[in-house]
């Protein structure tokens, strides 16, 4: 199993030892209305594309702060994973996001928490 980040910038990639924590939802984007007689009307409206946090483990500490420091890079990411496919997709870290290192005494492993928008390309 391989997953890779990849910086469009060319400012580099990172290969966690797995993802270990990864959640997605889409915004809605309706607008409902309240209409004078009674009732709404509804203006349909594609939801955003996903959005949540992904967290990424690494056995070096080195490793977890050079994937903070990649996140730092004003470019989109590339994600892609060989076996669970489903979660590729290009990113942005999302608007008033922080990547964040963790260091997890117990288990003795780095944990880079990273909160993502899709974007469409």
Partial sequence: MTTTITAANGAGSTSPVSIIDYDAG???R???HDLIGGGI???LIAPRPRAGDMQLLYTAEADAWAAQALHRQE???SLTDSVRTGIGMTYVLAPGGNARVTYDKRNEVWVVT???QEVET
């Fill in 26 to 28: 889409n915004e809605s």
């Fill in 30 to 32: 309706n607008i409902v």
């Fill in 41 to 43: 009307a509804v203006a």
């Fill in 75 to 77: 470019t989109t990411f």
């Fill in 114 to 116: 990273v909160p993502y």
